[in-house]
Structure formats: structure tokens, C-alpha cells
């Protein structure tokens, strides 16, 4: 028969072991949940580059259109003013 002591000491063990258990399954748990944040943070990454993109491209387009309309606007400007004199 197994003394008190070494009884103890099994059931410490086995307390033991099934909390370190319960940790292992609560890290996974809370790596998958990590897991999915940083993919998701990856996502919201690469959205703002894009959206920094388009935005910078479409500023380049507004200021070539103004570009454009101010040098038609001039040559009009020009042409008329030779007309008049």
C-alpha cells in the first residue's frame, strides 16, 4: 500500500498536469485569437497603402486637369488679346 504522502504527492501530480493542460488549451486558444488580429492588421496595413496610392494618383490627376485647363485658359486668354489688338 502506497503511504499518505506518496498519495498526496500523485494527486498534486495529476491537479498539476491537468492545469498545465488547461494553459496549453488556453494558449492555443489565444494564439489562433492573436493569429487572426495580426491578419487582420496585415489587411488594414495594405488597404492604407493602397488608399495612399489612390489618393496621391488622384492629386496628381487633379493637378495635371488644372495644369491642363490653366494652359488652355492662357492660350484662349492669348488668342483673344491678339484678336483685340
Known amino acids: 500500500m ?3 504522502q506518496s498519495e ?3 494527486i498534486g501530480a495529476a491537479i498539476f498536469e491537468r ?3 488547461d494553459i496549453d488549451k488556453r494558449t492555443d486558444i489565444l494564439n489562433e485569437q492573436l493569429n487572426k488580429i495580426t491578419a487582420t492588421c496585415e489587411k488594414i496595413v495594405e488597404f ?3 488608399f495612399e496610392k489612390f489618393m496621391k ?3 496628381l490627376q487633379i493637378q495635371n486637369a488644372s495644369s491642363i485647363k490653366h ?6 486668354f492669348y ?3 491678339e484678336y483685340l489688338s
Open 8 to 10: 498526496r504527492l500523485a
Open 2 to 4: 502506497a503511504s499518505p
Open 57 to 59: 494618383d488622384k492629386a
Open 71 to 76: 494652359t488652355s485658359f492662357d492660350a484662349k
Open 48 to 50: 492604407h497603402r493602397q
Open 79 to 81: 488668342a483673344h488679346h
Open 19 to 21: 492545469k498545465l493542460n
